[in-house]
């Protein structure tokens, strides 16, 4: 037995929600390209839970859905009101969501209509939470959810108390989309696993919410914006990044398992950033990872992920950096469920084997003779 480091390569399951061949993204077969440019993120959802793009009516349907099932337990506000006011937001989430489970009188329900309504209330509550601890740890009170047909206004809305600017529900909405799936990540992996032992929806989140919150996964967008925080200025680009990468440290935001010439969804999030940029007149952010991009794909021959252009386009949207990670898992839930959902469907435990590199032939020593 041989081991792969870090299952580099090695196929683990097969699915039909999303694929990447020779760097192609697809969700359910339609390219991502096209998906980022005319799907919202209902119809996203719905296609990756049900293999189709939504009539008119299903779209409808999911949209009424998803509002009806916006709405938290009063218990779990009270504990969000709790949590320490600086904690760590994905840990937030990520204590929260298994939360969730407790309420929900049908967590333990392993039928195929019961997991679908649970992914339902999953992806309608996510941003509840999320939008809800935004407030709470400033001292503002959680607001409900004002039923517009878009989980992206209705999260902006929630955040802000405010009626949300079409631009900024637009942007948002297609950063979701592109966030969605994507194949057999670390995350979605994690859920699989989890779930594959049949237990139920909210654990597999959970763990998937724990996944995704590393520097090396989606918490590489928060790092992305530290990083740019940190250089605070253009002129202190190139000093930054040559000492960076003469101490071999990693530069958040490049470089990816899978794309080696590149991630499809880092094209339009990076135009994302500068027509932003443009509107808010603000381009600092933009013009600092253009530069950076030009120094790492130059010198390393490394292409920006999905994680480096959204720090930007989060960061014109007002969105504070500690939720950029919250956010992705907004999104990714989508795929998480869909994944879980397709595990369930045709399930054998996940349970790998290991190579052995440790000792062989000890003994028991009793403790006075260690
Ligand atoms: C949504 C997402 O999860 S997208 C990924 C988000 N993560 C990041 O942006 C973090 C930064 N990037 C990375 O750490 C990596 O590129 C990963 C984790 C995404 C993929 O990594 P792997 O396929 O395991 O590649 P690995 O980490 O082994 O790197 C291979 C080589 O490229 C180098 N490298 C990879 N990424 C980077 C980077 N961002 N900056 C500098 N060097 C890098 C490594 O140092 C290594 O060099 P070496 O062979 O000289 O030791
Ligand atoms: O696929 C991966 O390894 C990471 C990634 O880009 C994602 O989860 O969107």
Known sequence: MTATKGLEGIVATTSSISSIVDGVLT??????????????????????????????????QLQQDLNAHSIIP???????????????????LRTAVSSLALYDQESGDMSTES?????????????????AYARIRNGEKPIASKGYPSLAANFLYMMTGEEPDPVAIKALDKALVLHADHELNASTFAARVTVATLTDIYSGITSAIGTLKGPLHGGANEAVMAMLE??????????????????????MGFGHRVYKNGDPRAKHLQAMSHELGVMKGNMKWYDMSIKIEAMITGEKGLKPNVDFYSASVYTALGIPRDLFTPIFAFSRTSGWTA????????????????????????????????
């Open 27 to 60: 969700y359910r077969g339609i390219d991502i390209d096209e998906l980022a440019e005319h799907a919202t993120f209902e119809e996203v959802v719905y296609l990756l839970w049900f293999g189709k793009l939504p009539t008119k009516s299903e779209l409808n």
């Open 74 to 92: 009063d218990a779990l506000i009270e504990q969000l009101q709790m949590y320490p006011k600086d904690a760590n937001s994905m840990a937030v």
């Open 115 to 131: 997991n679908v309504r649970k992914a339902i209330k999953l992806q309608a509550q996510i941003p509840t939470i999320i939008a």
């Open 230 to 251: 940190e250089i605070d200025s253009i002129d202190n680009v190139e000093a930054y990044i040559n000492n960076k990468l003469s101490n071999k440290e990693k530069i």
């Open 339 to 370: 994944h879980i959902l397709e595990q369930y469907e045709n399930n054998r435990l996940i349970r790998p084997r290991a190579e052995y590199t440790g000792l062989s032939n000890q003994h028991y020593i009793s403790i006075e003779d260690r």
